[in-house]
Nanobody
Framework: QVQLVESGGGLVQAGGSLRLSCASS????????MAWYRQASGKERELVAY????????IYADPLKGRFTISRDNAKNTLYLQMNNLKPEDTAMYYC???????????????????WGQGTQVTVSS
């Protein structure tokens, strides 16, 4: 079992920045890929970015490239998401997730994520 706890969300004006954190515990040595997903009201949950355990491979949703950065501190068992130049359309609940397979390519699919945090709300005002 893996436990994930997100923090760092809040209310920010357009153009501002936030840094989300996801603290992990439990059997995290079994986890290769960790990701950030988000879900806006009335919309499906979508991948924001994921990172392999080494941090050497990262994937971003195309519209977010250049504004969002995912990183991992394995010593602290923490995943981060730095979000810059935030826009109102970034408003959503942001979730940390751990992929249940070590095959990186499979972790592009939502249903491969076995562990989820409770989410942290990000609200961007115009």
């Amino acid at each position: 079992q893996v436990q994930l706890v997100e923090s760092g969300g809040g209310l920010v004006q357009a153009g501002g920045s936030l840094r989300l954190s996801c603290a992990s515990s439990g059997n995290i040595r079994s986890i290769n890929v960790m990701a950030w997903y988000r879900q806006a009201s009335g919309k499906e949950r979508e991948l924001v970015a994921y990172s392999t355990s080494s941090g050497g491979n990262t994937i971003y949703a195309d519209p977010l490239k250049g504004r969002f950065t995912i990183s991992r501190d394995n010593a602290k068992n923490t995943l981060y998401l730095q979000m810059n130049n935030l826009k109102p359309e970034d408003t959503a609940m942001y979730y940390c997730a751990a992929c249940g397979t070590t095959v990186q390519a499979m972790c592009i699919a939502l249903d491969k994520y076995d562990y989820w945090g409770q989410g942290t709300q990000v609200t961007v005002s115009s």
